[in-house]
């Protein structure tokens, strides 16, 4: 088993500093320091930034250097535009990306599986044809209307006259990044977050929604296929408990497996939702950052995101590897 | 290959699948449309270099070449059927017509020896597509035109009284609640504060009457003693006088007359209004036949902000997605499946190359790295490259990591299989392996894949654009662009613009999806998700 | 040059009269020089000042909030005469010859979304806001833009102000194509002058709530022309006369014209605002090559004279018209504020005359004749002044809300009863 863990391990590092590699050639195209003091920079301020950045390096120090401030979690480097550590930026969004990607891959995942339960069990009669062409259209409608629509609605006119505003389509209260405010006033801090958090935790379950009970329908038709269900069913046992009981337990594998890949994702957030309800979450620092073209903030991050992404890769495999023994042996 | 493809099982399945039947055949509608679009381009364009022909100046031709898209089909913001919203955009789209009138016969008016147009000539330009002013001697269309604009200034005005009648009433309600204040002021309470708002509460009654009777120009609309009386009291209590004499039967009075005259206003503004729609509709009558059928087509939808046609915006947008759609489609699953199939066939270096590759870029996120590389060419170091080529390039580069996969996954396994190897074996080439038993056998995954990176660019487009990131906002149309300048007008509560986009987009991208699964279903029955 | 310890003498070398206005701006507040050595460029986020408030948190782009300054010296509200009649009507003399700042705290928010802030707003939440575009019509009647009785039964009372704003596209008058000052080259800029309908703008982009006028002189200053119109005007749309001055300009009917490239920045609705512009002046075959590019990108090109034709705006920094008119003083050509590199020997005079004059009838005499020069020569189409419409709730008091100097803000005071 361990040797599977190491061998993938082992895989996978030169995939990640293949990774590191490109990211900082492709930033380095074009002069980072002049783009973003823009052309008429004084020669003070470029060598300045050049140096508290140790551009001026050769591109091999930088690169080792890099490596090194990553694998021992080393973020102290200062953003060009926020004159704060990255790290500190790191750890003030991801709780606000996570406030929103958890509880929605949670409500997502549990809606989804008891619709795509209930469609495979009633497939190809109405109910089942009804829920399929509902995800099917709601997959057509793009992700903007959603917001822009659902913005209107529930933060407008759901507010409207009674003066009573229950989301918000815009903001964030940091108090809710902090553990404090949840322990000290939680019904306070679940209101806070129902305002803010809300409506994008609600859109993004929304959109989730066709693309996942159709997987989930799909996997749990496959078990159905099964034997053991025949079986099951010639015992005599109840449709719930064929429902819940055996599919479910049999799905598992895929239905972990989804939810693995769909891990980077709570940490990078929705870009969109972020953007729109200007949440200051991973995503929105992101493309801030972009825009700003502010250097240390888009390396660091953009090699944190690609950290994560291989994490999870190796992790799904090593659960793969645990629950189908044949794949440690390839 | 193509007909042993068209033999297939699969597509025996496929077409008996008649959702799928019938959204391929509304695909195909689109793509006609697309390719009709650029079709009429080439032939304008030929039209051009030859001083041949000028399709823009026909109707239904040269209707969707780039250079119309800018121009005006009607008033601004207007609903579907061209019906304006609300009061205020009823008396908009009136004082569009009339402005357009009024600029017409101006210019008109201006036209001497020295200049190269007749007055005819001036007056259509001022069209509105095909709505042409009446035909008339100027001196007379001149006349109309004034007393259009007349009826307009007297419906604005009676809204104008309207509001300040209301306004009066306010006014009183807010006096007559400093005036019980006052009257019930106890020990504790500055007087001389209480008065003061008294006082001034009273004045406003006299401001908003002043209004009233300036807009009205009739001095004594409210009769001359009220207001002095009023006047008297402001006076006693900016004296610092407590006791004033009792305003509640003014007050009555002045109510009551304020509410005559808001309902005869309303009423006049009722009885206005459809004459001066009327009016405008002969002074730019809508003509009969073809004409006027195509001026109200393109109001199917309503009109944007600049009052351009929605309808033709979206029908442009289909084909600027369908381009999108295709091309990077096309590039995606071609360098995808190449790599893909290269990989799995040489094996060895190439791919661990071809994987070490696909692994680096899926770890991006894919919005990120689509955004990162739009970001590149449109205000990065790439600029020249800006707009639609820009936007295939950062597709390709993030689009072609799924067909890579999926096509080296297959081709692994037909590599195993006993008829390849014994072909191998036999010494056929490498190459002639690859293109007669290798590429036949993924290209139904090469078609599942295009079909799924076409919806996937249309939807992206529409993001990036929507970021910023992709196609500049102020050249043509598109779904993404067209979804931008909405979000200003919902707040508003207008969603013909959304609407229309999001419907002709929502109808192709739920046929690619049916289709997708159709083709998935027929010829990759054991995939999951 | 320092008299004691808290005072000091400014000599100047020559009479300016804007040196007073300057001092009024807040880039000229007094600051401790230890403060600002030690926290360079962070000093922002760490003012040491002589204000009212003490800064006590600033979020960027999300709030900033402050307490009254204890140690603030002895400054007055202003005296009951000071207060005109409709100053009054907002009830703004009562507390005068208190000495400010009333509150104890003050709040502002910043709001990226316009609608959380409209709604903050009617929910009593924030007691002023600038009314933003879209909700216009929800607080004033679109065509006669009078306050609607509902709101102001509310007890919300509204404020107008005409901002001195000078919203222009400007030519680079050393450009080949679109520059120079001969009868011909002239006659072009007039002509794309006269293409354009400003009306069209305001009404689309601006609810119509902009002041469209001639010359660069904004609104309610000495210089601005009766009406909005100078003597001389070439505001369009006037396509007859348009296509005259393109012959005149040696391109009968847009006949051997290029392409004009018009560099616009690419936020808020610039785009749409550059497609009416592509229309307006294809009527008269004018083709405009619009290039949206972010702002830093169209600042550099317009500094290195790049850009034949640019849009941009410039708000006066004290009502005074001679900051406007130094925008054609040739000494400040690019990378300066003049960035049309218009160089006029007579106007250059005219303005380092007017630079020592006080405000009198003479000197606006100048400055209509400097405007005019301006007009006539056409560095720029324009004009365009917004006007901000405000709403205040009933329980903020004394808030009379300018655009120029902000020191309004410790005039403040609420009414908790009416909240």
């Given amino acids: 088993m361990w040797s599977y863990v190491i061998r993938r391990l082992l895989y996978n590092i030169p995939v990640y500093l293949g990774i590191i590699l490109l990211v900082m050639l492709a930033l380095r195209v074009n002069d980072p320091v002049t783009a973003f003091l823009g052309k008429n920079a004084t020669e003070e301020s470029y060598n300045a930034i050049k140096e508290s950045f140790g551009l001026d390096r050769p591109f091999i120090v930088q690169y080792v250097d890099r490596v090194r401030s990553i694998v021992t979690l080393d973020f102290s480097d200062t953003s060009w535009e926020q004159k704060r550590p990255v790290g500190e930026m790191i750890t003030t969004a991801v709780p606000a990306t996570a406030l929103i990607t958890v509880p929605g891959l949670v409500i997502t995942t549990l809606l989804t599986v008891v619709i795509g339960l209930v469609c495979s069990f009633y497939r190809g009669r109405l109910l089942d044809k009804a829920l399929m062409l509902t995800a099917v259209l709601g997959m057509s409608i793009s992700f903007l209307v959603y917001i822009i629509v659902g913005q209107y609605f529930f933060g407008y006119q759901l507010g409207g006259d009674s003066g009573v505003f229950p989301f918000d389509i815009e903001g964030y209260d940091v108090r809710l990044s902090t553990l404090g405010f949840w322990a000290g006033s939680p019904v306070e801090a679940v209101q806070t977050w129902l305002q803010y958090c809300g409506l994008p935790v609600l859109i993004s379950v929304i959109v989730a929604m066709g693309y996942d009970t159709r997987f989930y329908r799909a996997v749990m038709v496959e078990e159905t296929g099964r034997d053991y269900i025949t079986t099951a069913r010639a015992k005599g046992a109840t449709s719930k408990k064929i429902m819940f009981v055996h599919m479910l337990k049999n799905a598992m594998i895929p239905i972990i497996t989804r939810i693995m890949i769909s891990l980077p994702f709570l940490i990078v957030g929705s870009i969109l939702l972020e953007v729109f309800f200007s949440i200051p979450g991973m995503g929105r620092t992101l493309i801030t950052a972009i825009v700003a073209k502010d250097f240390p903030v888009v390396e660091y991050m953009s090699a944190l995101f690609a950290a994560v992404v291989i994490l999870t890769v190796i992790l799904t495999d090593v659960l793969y590897a645990i629950f189908d023994p044949r794949v440690r042996l390839s | ?529 | 040059m320092k008299s004691d310890d808290h005072n000091f003498q400014i000599i100047l070398e020559q009479p300016v009269y804007r040196f007073l206005y300057v001092l009024a701006m807040f880039q000229t507040s007094i600051v401790p020089r230890e403060a600002v050595e030690f926290h360079g460029d962070r000093f922002a986020f760490n003012p040491v000042g002589t204000g009212p408030f003490i800064l006590d948190e600033w979020i960027p782009k999300k709030s900033l909030t402050a307490d009254a300054n204890p140690n603030y010296h002895e400054v007055l509200y202003p005296a009951e005469d000071e207060w005109t009649r409709d100053d009054r009507r907002n009830r703004l003399h009562r507390p005068a010859g208190q000495k400010v700042p009333f509150v104890d705290r003050i709040e502002f928010t910043m709001f990226v979304e316009d609608q959380p802030m409209w709604l903050r707003f009617q929910a009593g939440d924030i007691g002023l806001t600038q009314v933003p575009a879209e909700y216009f019509e929800q607080a004033f009647d679109g065509r006669t833009k009078r306050l609607l009785p509902e709101v102001r039964q509310r007890g919300v009372r509204h404020d107008i102000v005409p901002l001195l704003d000078f919203i222009f596209r400007g030519f680079n008058m050393e450009d080949e194509l679109l520059g120079g000052y001969t009868p011909e080259k002239r006659a072009l800029r007039q002509a794309i002058h006269l293409a354009i309908d400003l009306d069209e703008f305001s009404e689309t982009f601006y609810q119509g709530n902009t002041i469209q006028y001639d010359g660069p002189i904004p609104p309610r200053l000495d210089g601005h022309p009766e009406g909005g119109t100078a003597p001389v005007s070439f505001r369009g749309p006037n396509l007859q006369l348009a296509r005259q001055k393109l012959a005149e300009a040696g391109y009968p009917d847009g006949e051997g014209l290029p392409a004009i490239k018009f560099y616009t920045s690419r936020g808020g609705n610039n785009a749409e605002q550059v497609e009416m512009m592509k229309r307006q002046l294809a009527e008269v075959n004018i083709n405009l090559q619009p290039e949206l590019v972010d702002f830093s990108t169209l600042i550099e090109f317009t500094n290195n004279k790049k850009a034949p034709m640019f849009g941009f705006a410039w708000s006066s920094d004290y009502p005074d018209a001679e900051n406007n008119l130094a925008l054609f003083y040739s000494p400040n050509e690019s990378p300066g504020s003049n960035h049309y590199n218009y160089k006029n020997p007579e106007f250059d005079a005219l303005y380092e005359k007017i630079l020592t004059m006080e405000p009198s009838e003479e000197r606006t005499a100048i400055y209509e004749r400097m405007r005019d020069m301006v007009i006539e020569d056409t560095p720029y189409i324009g004009s365009m002044a917004r006007t901000r419409y405000y709403l205040i709730n009933e329980w903020l008091l004394n808030a009379k809300p300018t655009e120029r100097y902000y020191a309004w803000f410790k005039f403040l005071d609420v009414d908790d009863s009416k909240r």
């Fill in chain 2, 1 to 529: 290959m193509i007909r042993r493809f068209f033999n297939s099982r699969g597509w025996g399945k496929l077409r008996r699948n008649r959702l799928a039947m019938v959204s391929l055949a509304v695909i195909g509608c689109y793509f006609a449309l697309a390719i009709w679009m650029m079709s009429m381009d080439v032939v304008s364009w030929v039209g051009k270099k030859t001083d041949a022909w000028d399709l823009a100046e026909t109707p239904v031709l040269g209707a969707f070449l780039a250079e119309r898209m800018l121009e005006q089909s009607g008033p601004p913001s207007v609903a579907g059927l061209g019906k304006p919203i609300g009061m205020v955009g009823r008396l908009d789209y009136i004082d569009f017509f009339f402005s357009r009138a009024r600029t017409a016969v101006d210019e008109a008016s201006n036209v001497g020896e020295s200049s190269d147009r007749t007055v005819t000539e001036v007056l259509d330009s001022f069209s509105v597509q095909e709505r042409r002013l009446l035909d008339l001697p100027l001196p007379d269309l001149i006349e109309r035109v004034e007393e259009g604009e007349s009826i307009l200034g007297r419906l604005d005005d009676a809204r104008s009284l309207v509001n300040a009648a209301e306004t009066i009433k306010v006014q009183l309600d807010v006096a007559s609640t400093r005036l019980a204040e006052l009257a019930a002021a106890g020990e504790e309470d500055d007087l001389s504060i209480l008065q003061e708002e008294a006082a001034f509460g009273v004045e406003e009654i006299i401001f908003a009457i002043d209004d009233y009777q300036a807009v009205a120009g009739r001095d004594d609309a409210f009769g001359f003693e009220v207001v002095d009386q009023l006047q008297e009291v402001a006076d006693l209590l900016f004296d610092g006088e407590s006791e004033v004499p009792e305003l509640a039967a003014v007050f009555d009075e002045i109510r009551s007359t304020a509410n005559a005259e808001a309902l005869t206003q309303a009423d006049g503004v009722e009885t206005l209004l459809p004459e001066a729609e009327a009016f405008v509709d002969t002074l730019l009558p809508v003509p009969d036949g073809i004409a006027g059928l195509s001026y109200s087509t393109r109001l199917l939808f309503g009109t944007d902000r600049q009052g351009r046609s929605l309808l033709i915006r979206a029908l442009y947008s289909a084909k600027i997605a369908i381009q999108v759609g295709f091309i990077v489609g096309l590039t995606a699953v071609l360098i995808g499946s190449l790599l893909g199939a290269a990989a799995a066939f040489f094996g060895g270096i190439v791919d661990h190359g071809v994987t070490w590759l696909y692994s680096i870029f899926s770890s991006f996120p894919q919005l990120v790295l689509l955004a990162v590389l739009s970001f590149m060419f449109v205000s990065g170091p790439l600029q020249e490259f800006r707009g639609l080529p820009s936007l295939y390039m950062a597709f390709a580069l993030t689009y072609w990591i799924g067909p890579c996969r999926v096509i080296r996954g297959e081709a692994m396994k037909i590599k195993e299989l006993e008829y390849v190897q014994a072909a191998t074996a036999i010494g056929f080439g490498r190459f002639y392996i690859l293109i007669k038993h290798i590429i036949p056998n993924t290209l139904h995954l090469m078609f599942i894949n295009f079909s799924l990176l076409f919806v996937g660019a249309i939807k992206g487009e529409v993001i990036l654009t929507f970021l910023g990131l992709g196609l500049p906002l102020g050249d043509g149309a598109s779904w993404g662009i067209m979804i931008s300048q909405a979000k200003s007008e919902v707040v508003q509560g207008f969603f013909w613009q959304i609407g229309a986009a999001t419907l002709f987009m929502f109808i192709l991208v739920l046929a690619f999806n049916i289709l997708s699964d159709a083709l998935q279903d027929a010829f990759d029955p054991k995939h999951v998700g």
